[in-house]
């Protein structure tokens, strides 16, 4: 009896529940944000069921603004947390940052049911899986190795892409994957029905014959690109091999916005949609920036809800710098001061080594309470301890003059930082730390002599 009593009280409380938070949508109380996300998911539908058009919107506004808030929040806080760090350099991961991009990817899946997988080639710490897989149905991976961490620490669906396999390297992928992506219909037919024995999914890269992307270097669908099956050659092909193929893959995007995914689409569907009968899945690739303040979420939601609508098809994401979007940083020290025509701070933290997508792609990262060369008082030539004339990370202005043993504050530095790190010259890798949802600080791992040493022979 008590038992029944307890079901409906807790029935009548999710009731209060939600249409406390309906009034606080209705009122464009940010609230409302924290109130959605700690719902279960047969709540969370009810709240999303109970919205017109317009109450969606709003709930979308007020996610993405409570997101922005906590974030601005820890910035101003991470000064403070990396003086309290004894060792530099170090990656200072945000658990409560990582968990607030879940919640916006969550939220995606909540409205359109999606699936999203995390692309571990931006971001592969498994120290903070654990606040990822409640939220996720799983991860990319780009091969073997990635497949299996993928299999081993976040326990979930593994979906695996490579240009190309080697026979060894097929082995292990189709092991630890749940599904198998081929980039040619020469590689489906030597491994597919060795995939399909096994149980493994199977499906096929294409390019969808649109992209926005200005770097070329990041440009999946650029000329001669190697990525993705052509029109031409999937039109002459793909009919006689239909029927092994569960589904398309294409990625055509690099930290863009929703506008361009629906360009992107439209090339897609006139080139693909007639091949899409009898296919279980699509995926959209990565490069989607869902969890940056200004990305159009509604857009996002809209082009998946419509595009399953049409095709009858499951529709995956595969987010790999949305999933840790500002959730981290690289904490250095500025070692020593010298002058040559201006002041330049040499610090232990390397571009060449331990941001080096600071000069591939090329890029300036911000570094907190700091703005572009001569608009604060003092300008100083941020650089590395490396023998290379170009380690640079760039000029920078501050309010007061630096001084040696200062601490410096790289921000957005979770996503492509770690897993890319080397090193060069043999300069240490960062040590990585977790900053916990309990508010304490974790050095997850510490790297030394040996893990140089391992690397050379």
């Not at 499951?314 to 500025?334: F, I, K, N």
């Not at 060449?352 to 911000?366: A, Q």
């Not at 770690?418 to 090193?423: L, R």
């Amino acid at each position: 009896m008590r038992l029944c009593h307890r079901s409906r009280d807790e029935h009548v409380g999710a009731a209060l529940n939600i249409q406390e938070i309906l009034k606080c949508i209705s009122a464009k109380d940010t609230r409302a944000a924290a109130m959605y996300h700690v719902l279960n998911d047969r709540h969370r539908r009810r709240v999303l069921g109970a919205l017109d058009g317009k109450g969606l919107k709003t709930l979308t506004r007020l996610v993405m603004k409570a997101r922005s808030r906590i974030f601005r929040e820890a910035e101003e806080g991470a000064p403070r947390v990396a003086e309290s760090i004894v060792r530099t350099p170090v990656y200072l991961i945000d658990e409560n940052l990582i968990e607030e991009n879940m919640r916006v990817l969550r939220y995606v899946k909540d409205r359109t049911g999606c699936r999203i997988l995390h692309a571990l080639k931006a971001y592969a710490s498994f120290a903070t899986f654990g606040v990822m897989t409640p939220y996720l149905d799983g991860v990319c991976a780009s091969g073997a190795n990635e497949a299996r961490l993928g299999r081993e620490e976040f326990g979930k669906e593994v979906h695996t892409f490579g240009a190309a396999y080697g026979e060894k390297d097929i082995r292990a992928v189709l092991r630890y994957s749940d599904c198998v992506i081929f980039n040619s219909f020469h590689q489906l037919d030597r491994y597919g029905a060795m995939a399909r024995r096994l149980g493994r999914q199977v499906g096929l890269r294409v390019n969808p014959g649109h992209a926005e992307v200005e770097t070329a270097m990041y440009n999946p669908c650029a000329p001669r690109s190697r990525l993705g099956v052509v029109h031409d050659e999937f039109e002459r092909c793909f009919p006689a091999v239909a029927g092994q193929v569960g589904g398309l893959h294409f990625h055509a995007m690099c930290e863009q916005n929703s506008d361009v995914l629906q360009r992107v689409l439209e090339s897609f569907e006139r080139l693909y949609a007639p091949y899409l009968q009898g296919l279980k899945w699509v995926n959209f690739g990565g490069g989607h920036h869902i969890t940056r303040d200004d990305y159009d979420l509604e857009r996002l939601i809209g082009l998946i809800n419509a595009f399953k609508r049409k095709y009858g098809v499951e529709v995956y994401l595969e987010p790999g710098e949305a999933s840790v979007y500002h959730a981290g940083v690289l904490v250095s020290t500025v070692v020593d001061i010298v002058t040559n025509e201006m002041e330049i701070a040499i610090l232990d933290t390397s571009a060449e080594t331990h941001m080096p997508d600071v000069l591939l792609m090329p890029y300036r990262p911000h570094v907190i309470g700091s703005a572009e060369a001569g608009v604060k008082e003092r300008t100083y030539r941020l650089a590395g301890p490396s023998c290379l004339a170009g380690d640079v990370v760039g000029d920078y202005s501050f309010d007061e003059p630096l001084e040696r043993g200062a601490r410096l504050v790289f921000t957005d530095m979770a996503l492509y930082s770690i897993v890319k790190s080397t090193t060069f010259n043999g300069i240490g890798l960062p040590y990585i730390a977790v900053l916990r949802r309990d508010g304490t600080l974790d050095v997850v791992k510490r790297f030394g002599y040996r893990d140089y040493r391992n690397r050379q022979s």
